[in-house]
């Protein structure tokens, strides 16, 4: 009899712990289902809306052409800095080069029919030196502003040394050269040196000055009769 008891509450105690195991499974598999639960809600909470995501990909768009924009400014900046580069980097050594051809061409200028003729290859060689020089300052882009006797000034290109009256001539027009200019590119790497006409209407008054020095004799003679 004893040893059925002994059985019996050995049986008792196995079922008391499986259902004791059995209760804690069912409530961690509870405690796992309402966590699980919680972060679904949670999840559900943060979960942008649609106009939130128009929203976010019309700012991601803008920040993405805005970014395009920049770098085709960049691209095209670049690439007129090397153009300018290209054009404009030997302005310093093409000014300095100036001086070397206005004292060829002076030199030139001064060669009389004696000299030529006497020194003909001399001279044929400075006239090459100075077709040189041009040939080359046009390979550079540098050219030559030659202006002309009546032609109009202007400030842009050229540099007025002296103003004189001029007889026949109006105002503002070249009366003589003295310098050629140049230009490199489209700057202007010196201007010509000219001289300019400073009265247009000089030959009207000095006639008006005779018609009224000569009409006043008479009338000095007709006062004299009349005495």
């Known amino acids: 009899m004893q040893e059925q008891k002994i059985d019996n509450s050995e049986k008792e105690n196995k079922e008391e ?58 691209r095209k900046r670049a690439d007129r800095d090397r153009r300018d580069a ?3 980097g030997g302005t310093k050594l093409a000014r300095d080069l100036l001086s070397v051809f206005d004292n060829l061409s002076r030199a030139l200028d001064n060669i009389d029919d004696e000299l030529r ?6 001279v044929e060689g400075l006239e090459l030196t100075q077709r040189e020089i041009l040939s080359v300052f046009s390979n550079h882009k540098i050219d030559q502003i030659k202006p002309s006797e009546g032609e109009r000034f202007d400030p842009k290109f050229h540099q007025a040394m002296f103003e004189a009256p001029m007889p026949g001539m109006e105002k503002g027009t070249i009366i003589q050269v003295m310098t050629n200019g140049f230009k490199i590119g489209d700057r202007l790497l010196r201007a010509s040196q000219v001289g300019v006409s400073s009265s ?9 000055n005779d018609t009224n020095s000569s009409g006043s004799k008479p009338a000095d003679s007709q006062g004299e009769d009349k005495s």
Do not use: C, H, W
Not at 31 to 37: G, R
Not at 50 to 64: A, P, S
Not at 200 to 208: A, V, Y
């Open 200 to 208: 247009s209407n000089l030959s009207e008054n000095i006639s008006n």
């Open 117 to 122: 003729s006497k020194s003909s290859a001399l």
């Open 86 to 88: 290209e054009v404009y």
């Open 17 to 74: 712990q499986f259902l004791n195991s059995k209760e804690v499974g069912e409530i961690e598999e509870a405690s796992e289902t309402l966590e699980v639960s919680e972060s679904e809600g949670t999840a559900s909470l943060n979960e942008p809306t649609y106009d939130e995501i128009l929203e976010e990909r019309d700012n991601l768009k803008d920040r993405l052409m805005r970014s395009l924009a920049d770098l085709e400014n960049l």
